[in-house]
């Protein structure tokens, strides 16, 4: 029996989840979703069915870190102890880090005042199997994250950036008021983060998609804004893969959970620098040492 709008306590959730086998975060008929997996397990709890309202939706194949939602339930379960009861339910690409009580017109999505993505680069020939989900392995040319960084910077402030918007939105307009952007290496991986006040359908991937030809240098950092700043979505042809995006976090004014829940929940990759050992005989004094650390402990 579904409870009456007065007895419906609102509960805030912060979601993990690893995109790969999803068809992203919104429910869609016959089709693996974020979404649906929770509101079926929140369901299977209560008895009767919900509506779990997002911050964001992530497309097919994009992780979160900290995504943050909302639902409304009745009964005597404390907000506090709806994340474990939830993991019992949910597979194991889904994991609560936290839920807590909120008010009543609280809301994951209106109230949110920024969400902030994570792409990450891999740029090493070498394939690595564990790297693999959680990055795009671009090794074609050599990229300069200077070069990068450099064309962030004209995206800071508020923009139309309907160059970035992929067809098939729903939104009116493409207005996005970019508040942040980074551009940081850490041997053969490449992190671009950008922070906003919203998200176009498919921005961050074809925003990173036209960054990598700035970074191997077939387009100019000019030429770059440019085309944004004209709306030439025409020649924005090449969003990069998924895989390398994850939802980072997402910020409000009043949120009820500690930072550990939910700031930089998402490690960054990072692979020791082999740069010194690029001879074969570096190669073998290096190994003599770590065999010789070894056996002295």
């Not at 983060?193 to 990598?212: H, N, P, T, W």
């Not at 700031?263 to 692979?271: C, G, R, S």
């Amino acid at each position: 029996m579904i409870a009456s709008k007065s007895e419906l306590k609102r509960v805030a959730l912060v979601i993990q989840y690893l995109g790969t086998h999803f068809h992203g975060w919104q429910r869609q008929l016959k089709l693996r979703t974020v979404q649906a997996e929770i509101e079926d397990a929140i369901a299977r709890v209560l008895g009767y069915p919900v509506t779990l309202h997002g911050a964001g939706r992530t497309d097919t194949g994009v992780h979160a870190a900290a995504q943050v939602a909302h639902f409304d339930a009745s009964g005597p379960i404390p907000a506090e102890r709806w994340a474990a009861i939830l993991n019992s339910y949910l597979p194991q690409d889904i994991l609560i880090r936290g839920s807590a009580a909120v008010k009543s017109d609280w809301h994951a999505r209106f109230d949110a005042k920024w969400r902030r993505y994570r792409y990450t680069l891999y740029t090493d020939a070498r394939p690595n199997l564990f790297v693999q989900p959680f990055s795009w392995h671009y090794y074609y040319a050599n990229l300069d994250e200077n070069l990068i960084r450099a064309a962030l910077q004209p995206l800071l402030g508020k923009h139309h950036l309907a160059a970035f918007h992929r067809a098939g939105s729903r939104r009116k307009h493409s207005w996005v008021e970019v508040q942040a952007v980074t551009c940081d290496r850490q041997g053969p991986f490449i992190h671009i983060e950008i922070q906003a006040d919203g998200f176009l359908y498919g921005m961050v991937r074809l925003i990173v998609g036209l960054l990598v030809d700035v970074g191997k240098g077939s387009l100019s950092l000019e030429k770059f804004t440019e085309l944004w700043q004209q709306q030439r979505r025409e020649n924005v042809k090449y969003a990069a893969p998924p895989q390398g995006l994850c939802l980072l976090r997402v910020g409000y004014s009043d949120f009820p959970f500690p930072p550990e829940v939910w700031y930089d929940t998402l490690p960054q990759l990072v692979l020791p620098d082999t740069n010194y050992v690029s001879s074969a005989g570096g190669q073998r004094q290096a190994l003599d040492q770590v065999l010789s650390s070894n056996v002295n402990t």
